[in-house]
């Protein structure tokens, strides 16, 4: 038998790694390792990205390394870190780069400072815990770039709606975005549905380039077959494009439209401004003619007018107007246009004709001539006005802007001086605007003098007292026109006012005894006779009367005054008892008489008169005496 130890040495060893295994297995037995790897990381490029790969559970050595997957499935190592006494030391394996594209923070996650398209691979974690077992994860990076602004290059050409076949429209172009970006087609704000596949109605074909940056450009190009609806189409295309999270976005190109060629279908002809509704026009005036057809691009319009049953050609414009200048009577009749389009259907009509119809109207006539007299309260001879025109003429009278009538005749009869004045004959056509003409004469009325006087300015309440000074005023009117006189010097020469046919003179003077008894005439006059009126002023007060009395009230004034004075001057005496005696120092004895400066004797009652006169008797002081 062999020993013990030596069994177990020899035939133990695999037994040892068996279990070695089953510990590794089997969680009870010893702690697995366990990663926490997201699976998906979206950026959007030149975006700094970090790659996690945490360790669960409690490990105490362990080894992480990252490893880059490539296209074909081979790993490249790119970094790897070591976690002992609770440290994680690592380093990047692309050492020869003085600015590695990965670096590896101390949690052991793969950081990438600028995300690329090219960096857009499967990232693995590997973590080996020896014993405790090998764990692996994988993280996928996916980087995103927003295109640039969508191009559209439309067909520039003319194309034919008479194409049965789908015609290149547009190519449309999304450059630099990742992943490539989808284009779809819009026709006036609706989408278009287009396949792939070719067809003779719609289809598009699509090409994706990568560009040297590791971008995607798409291009589409668009092939529609076309209508005459669509002449006026707006066209345009859009790139759709995604974001990080699910995100998307839209970059729509600028609009544009398409130059078609198609027959025409029909034909308008029309007679443009300034003709009325029933197609007339004003002689002198410039007529424009108008044609247009619904064909493109634009035809030749041919011009003609209808005379003996045969065309005469006028014009050719492509255009499609032409001009009448100062249009004449003679050129009423009938005018045409014809489209010059030879891909119009046969059933088409391509020619148009309108009639012309040039209004006209000549010179108004009078029976009488421009200046007609009639003599006062006799009747007027009728007056004709005749007027020559196409459409006939509407005639209408009125005097002074006031209508009279409507007709050819004019009858005034009872004439006064207020028939005079002008009268007009206007003739016009309702249907044709601004096409009147007109012609007048003035009626002068013959015949004595018809007199207004007007009243006194002012005109007293009292009467009026001599030297007043009043203004008069009188008006006439007659044919010839009158003559105004007045029986007084200083009237004003005769003026119109007063309305027509109206004048007037004024004269202002002072009233007088003599006025008041006599008056003041007025008279006018003419080759037909004469009117006047006199102005009565009635009693006139005399200036004197007024005069005496005011130097009356003036002399009682005086008087009463000097009585008020002499009052006063009692009231003072009486408060005085040593009046008619001298002063006491320098008195002469009782007896003998006061001299004077002259020497002379005057008695007491002197010294009243001359102190009235000279305001007292001064003493010797320079005061005033007494006075008696």
Same mark, same amino acid.
């Given at each position: 038998?062999?020993?013990?130890?030596?069994?177990?040495?020899?035939?133990?060893?695999?037994?040892?790694?068996?279990?070695?295994?089953?510990?590794?297995?089997?969680?009870?037995?010893?702690?697995?390792?366990?990663?926490?790897?997201?699976?998906?990381?979206?950026?959007?490029?030149?975006?700094?990205?970090?790659?996690?790969?945490?360790?669960?559970?409690?490990?105490?050595?362990?080894?992480?390394?990252?490893?880059?997957?490539?296209?074909?499935? =081979?790993?490249?190592?790119?970094?790897?870190?070591?976690?002992?006494?609770?440290?994680?030391?690592?380093?990047?394996?692309?050492?020869?780069?003085?600015?590695?594209?990965?670096?590896?923070?101390?949690?052991?996650?793969?950081?990438?400072?600028?995300?690329?398209?090219?960096?857009?691979?499967?990232?693995?974690?590997?973590?080996?815990?020896?014993?405790?077992?090998?764990?692996?994860?994988?993280?996928?990076?996916?980087?995103?770039?927003?295109?640039?602004?969508?191009?559209?290059?439309?067909?520039?050409?003319?194309?034919?709606?008479?194409?049965?076949?789908?015609?290149?429209?547009?190519?449309?172009?999304?450059?630099?975005?990742?992943?490539?970006?989808?284009?779809?087609?819009?026709?006036?704000?609706?989408?278009?549905?287009?396949?792939?596949?070719?067809?003779?109605?719609?289809?598009?074909?699509?090409?994706?380039?990568?560009?040297?940056?590791?971008?995607?450009?798409?291009?589409?190009?668009?092939?529609?077959?076309?209508?005459?609806?669509?002449?006026?189409?707006?066209?345009?295309?859009?790139?759709?494009?995604?974001?990080?999270?699910? &995100?998307?976005?839209?970059?729509?190109?600028?609009?544009?439209?398409?130059?078609?060629?198609?027959?025409?279908?029909?034909?308008?002809?029309?007679?443009?401004?300034?003709?009325?509704?029933?197609?007339?026009?004003?002689?002198?005036?410039?007529?424009?003619?108008?044609?247009?057809?619904?064909?493109?691009?634009?035809?030749?319009?041919?011009?003609?007018?209808?005379?003996?049953?045969?065309?005469?050609?006028?014009?050719?414009?492509?255009?499609?107007?032409?001009?009448?200048?100062?249009? &004449?009577?003679?050129?009423?009749?009938?005018?045409?246009?014809?489209?010059?389009?030879?891909?119009?259907?046969?059933?088409?009509?391509?020619?148009?004709?309108?009639?012309?119809?040039?209004?006209?109207?000549?010179?108004?006539?009078?029976?009488?001539?421009?200046?007609?007299?009639?003599?006062?309260?006799?009747?007027?001879?009728?007056?004709?006005?005749?007027?020559?025109?196409?459409?006939?003429?509407?005639?209408?009278?009125?005097?002074?802007?006031?209508?009279?009538?409507?007709?050819?005749?004019?009858?005034?009869?009872?004439?006064?001086?207020?028939?005079?004045?002008?009268?007009?004959?206007?003739?016009?056509?309702?249907?044709?605007?601004?096409?009147?003409?007109?012609?007048?004469?003035?009626?002068?009325?013959?015949?004595?003098?018809?007199?207004?006087?007007?009243?006194?300015?002012?005109?007293?309440?009292?009467?009026?007292?001599?030297?007043?000074?009043?203004?008069?005023?009188?008006?006439?009117?007659?044919?010839?026109?009158?003559?105004?006189?007045?029986?007084?010097?200083?009237?004003?020469?005769?003026?119109?006012?007063?309305?027509?046919?109206?004048?007037?003179?004024?004269?202002?003077?002072?009233?007088?005894?003599?006025?008041?008894?006599?008056?003041?005439?007025?008279?006018?006059?003419?080759?037909?006779?004469?009117?006047?009126?006199?102005?009565?002023?009635?009693?006139?007060?005399?200036?004197?009367?007024?005069?005496?009395?005011?130097?009356?009230?003036?002399?009682?004034?005086?008087?009463?005054?000097?009585?008020?004075?002499?009052?006063?001057?009692?009231?003072?005496?009486?408060?005085?008892?040593?009046?008619?005696?001298?002063?006491?120092?320098?008195?002469?004895?009782?007896?003998?008489?006061?001299?004077?400066?002259?020497?002379?004797?005057?008695?007491?009652?002197?010294?009243?008169?001359?102190?009235? =006169?000279?305001?007292?008797?001064?003493?010797?002081?320079?005061?005033?005496?007494?006075?008696?």
């Amino acid at each position: 038998m062999e020993p013990p130890g030596e069994g177990l040495g020899v035939r133990g060893t695999p037994r040892l790694l068996w279990l070695a295994l089953l510990l590794v297995v089997h969680p009870g037995v010893q702690a697995e390792v366990q990663l926490s790897v997201p699976p998906l990381v979206e950026v959007m490029q030149g975006e700094p990205v970090t790659l996690d790969c945490t360790v669960l559970g409690d490990l105490d050595q362990y080894m992480l390394e990252w490893f880059l997957t490539d296209r074909s499935g =081979a790993r490249r190592r790119l970094a790897s870190a070591e976690y002992r006494n609770s440290k994680l030391q690592g380093s990047v394996d692309d050492s020869g780069s003085l600015d590695p594209p990965y670096q590896l923070d101390s949690q052991g996650r793969l950081v990438l400072n600028e995300a690329k398209v090219g960096d857009e691979r499967d990232y693995r974690c590997v973590v080996k815990a020896g014993a405790a077992g090998t764990a692996e994860a994988t993280t996928s990076l996916r980087v995103f770039a927003k295109p640039e602004a969508t191009e559209v290059s439309p067909n520039k050409g003319t194309l034919s709606v008479m194409e049965e076949l789908a015609q290149e429209i547009a190519t449309c172009t999304s450059r630099n975005g990742n992943p490539a970006p989808q284009i779809s087609w819009y026709r006036d704000g609706q989408l278009l549905k287009v396949p792939m596949e070719m067809n003779q109605d719609r289809y598009m074909t699509s090409r994706t380039v990568r560009e040297a940056s590791g971008l995607l450009s798409l291009t589409s190009t668009l092939y529609l077959r076309l209508h005459k609806k669509d002449r006026n189409a707006s066209f345009h295309c859009a790139a759709q494009y995604n974001l990080p999270s699910g &995100q998307h976005g839209r970059l729509d190109s600028p609009a544009f439209h398409l130059t078609l060629h198609y027959p025409t279908e029909h034909v308008q002809f029309w007679l443009g401004s300034p003709s009325t509704t029933g197609g007339w026009v004003r002689e002198g005036d410039s007529v424009h003619l108008f044609c247009q057809g619904d064909g493109s691009p634009n035809p030749e319009y041919t011009f003609f007018r209808m005379q003996n049953n045969q065309e005469k050609s006028l014009n050719v414009s492509l255009e499609g107007n032409f001009t009448l200048k100062e249009v &004449q009577r003679d050129q009423s009749g009938t005018y045409g246009c014809r489209v010059e389009d030879y891909d119009a259907a046969e059933e088409v009509q391509l020619v148009k004709t309108l009639e012309l119809h040039v209004a006209y109207l000549d010179p108004l006539e009078l029976s009488v001539e421009d200046q007609l007299p009639v003599f006062l309260n006799s009747s007027l001879t009728p007056v004709h006005c005749s007027a020559q025109g196409l459409p006939k003429p509407t005639l209408r009278w009125t005097k002074d802007s006031v209508p009279l009538g409507d007709g050819p005749t004019l009858s005034i009869s009872d004439i006064t001086f207020d028939s005079a004045g002008t009268y007009l004959c206007e003739a016009f056509t309702p249907t044709v605007p601004l096409l009147s003409r007109t012609r007048s004469f003035r009626l002068l009325v013959q015949g004595p003098p018809e007199l207004k006087p007007l009243e006194m300015e002012p005109k007293p309440k009292d009467g009026w007292t001599e030297g007043e000074e009043v203004q008069l005023a009188c008006s006439a009117r007659g044919y010839p026109e009158p003559t105004l006189t007045w029986s007084q010097l200083g009237g004003t020469p005769a003026e119109p006012s007063g309305g027509p046919g109206w004048v007037s003179s004024v004269l202002t003077l002072k009233v007088t005894s003599a006025l008041g008894r006599e008056g003041v005439s007025c008279e006018a006059s003419n080759v037909h006779g004469k009117s006047s009126h006199v102005f009565h002023f009635g009693t006139v007060a005399p200036q004197m009367a007024q005069a005496g009395v005011a130097v009356m009230a003036v002399a009682v004034s005086v008087g009463l005054l000097l009585l008020v004075v002499a009052a006063f001057y009692c009231m003072r005496r009486k408060g005085r008892p040593g009046c008619c005696r001298r002063a006491e120092k320098g008195a002469p004895p009782p007896g003998e008489p006061e001299l004077s400066h002259s020497g002379s004797e005057r008695p007491e009652h002197t010294g009243l008169l001359i102190g009235g =006169a000279s305001g007292g008797v001064r003493s010797g002081s320079g005061g005033f005496g007494d006075e008696c």
